[in-house]
């Protein structure tokens, strides 16, 4: 085994952690470590995440599940057009994407440029939402569910899912509180399972776009995204959660603007 994969697999862990604690975040983390430690090109790196994410998202889904912190019935009311808009992603649109886009003298924009530059605005998004947490007191009006804004919110958010290979609980769980009307704590858990849902049914995507997928690698950083998130819980019991995804909001700030930097300045 190489050194590199083994510092991946190292950091894999801290993905599952993060899910653990935050119920968010892992995919955010799980692209730029496939792609900068691990070497892989980041067109299959986003299809590894949609794996990796929608594995762990799965197991840490159940344990809410237990916790009766799910809503299965908003899991199918948003989960239904998520899932059909990361599918097409996967296998329609992606694929379509020209691996030069343009070039001139001085610069060329490839597929992979393109993919981690969206993938670091969206990285930038994320920790916004992290620095200032959405509070639950927001969800105070007793309209009835705007279903058609719920689909739509669903089908973006599959599109952006499907593009980056991010898990998109960062933009699940607003939609949630905001146009489903959920409480915080079921919104994360519902979350889960939409996240699961999606991503896994995006790599089918990519399997049938014949994309050649390395199982070992995959399983040894999916089990170590898993055993993660059993850290994370436990972690999670101890320190204030507010703290902890302010902290790893500032990070996740930093990483972005870093991928940006790299990608189109370093390149």
Do not use: C
């Not at 952690?17 to 790196?45: F, Q, R, W």
């Not at 204030?240 to 930097?261: C, N, Q, R």
Request: charged fraction near 15%.
């Amino acid at each position: 085994m190489e050194l590199s994969q083994l510092i991946g697999y190292i950091l894999a862990v801290f993905v599952g952690a993060t899910l653990g604690m935050l119920g968010s975040g892992g995919s955010i983390l799980s692209v730029p470590i496939l792609v900068y430690v691990m070497g892989i090109e980041p067109s299959l790196a986003t299809a590894y995440s949609l794996f990796v994410i929608g594995t762990t998202s799965f197991v840490g889904g159940i344990h809410k599940a237990k916790q009766r912190l799910v809503d299965f019935n908003k899991v199918v009311l948003f989960g239904i057009p998520a899932v059909i808009s990361v599918f097409v992603t996967r296998k329609i649109l992606v694929p379509k994407i020209p691996n030069i886009i343009f070039s001139t003298e001085y610069f060329i924009l490839t597929k992979s440029i393109l993919i981690m530059v969206i993938f670091a605005f969206v990285m930038i998004f994320a920790s916004v939402r992290m620095i200032k947490p959405l509070k639950e007191k927001m969800i105070t009006n007793t309209e009835k569910l705007n279903y058609y804004k719920i689909a739509l919110m669903g089908i973006f958010i599959g599109l952006v899912s499907g593009f980056v290979g991010a898990g998109g609980g960062f933009l699940i769980v607003p939609t949630l509180l905001f146009f489903a009307k959920t409480p915080m704590k079921m919104a994360v858990g519902t979350s889960l399972f939409i996240v699961a849902a999606q991503s896994l049914i995006g790599f089918t995507g990519d399997i049938m776009s014949n994309q050649i997928i390395d199982w070992k690698l995959l399983q040894y950083f999916t089990f170590a995204s898993i055993l993660g998130i059993f850290i994370g819980n436990f972690i999670s019991k101890k320190v204030e959660d507010e703290k902890l995804k302010t902290s790893f909001g500032w990070f996740v700030l930093a990483m972005g603007i870093y991928i940006i930097i790299r990608e189109l300045f370093w390149s």
